[in-house]
């Protein structure tokens, strides 16, 4: 259903898919191929520089996908301009200890730097 959203299919039970079926017990995982997806890099990379790194990863990533969903920016520069983020604010690797109102200052200064320089006048209430 959610690959059809908006639209909904219309489905009979015998056709569904079912996870308990022993056919569909095994699951398998194959290591991700970082060039195709380069948020699990920057994400590792995030966490492994620690402070408030993984911070500015998802307030990056928050940003650009509420421009990619407004229309604003394509799917790909998702990934760019969290790589930009993580390069700018590079030294909230330092901050290691933070209260809950400079996280949320944090949070919304990177917010507005993407819009800034992504979709100058674009208004969003945090």
């Known amino acids: ?10 489905r009979d039970e ?5 996870p308990f079926a022993p056919e569909n017990a095994m699951i398998t995982f194959e290591k991700p191929n970082e ?10 990379e995030a966490i492994s520089g620690g402070g408030m ?21 394509s799917f790909v520069t998702i990934f760019d301009i969290v790589a930009k983020v993580l390069r ?3 030294n909230l690797s330092s901050v290691k200890m933070a209260s809950y109102d400079d996280m949320i200052i944090i ?17 969003h209430s945090l």
């Open 107 to 123: 949070h919304e200064k990177i917010m507005a730097a993407v819009f800034e320089s992504y979709a100058p006048g674009f208004k």
């Open 14 to 18: 015998d056709s569904a898919y079912n």
């Open 1 to 10: 259903q959610a690959l059809a959203f908006p639209e909904i299919s219309e």
């Open 53 to 73: 790194l993984p911070l500015a990863y998802n307030s990056a990533n928050e940003a650009a996908n509420l421009l990619f969903r407004h229309g604003l920016i």
């Open 35 to 44: 060039d195709v997806f380069p948020s699990l890099r920057m994400a590792r």
């Open 88 to 90: 700018e604010f590079h």
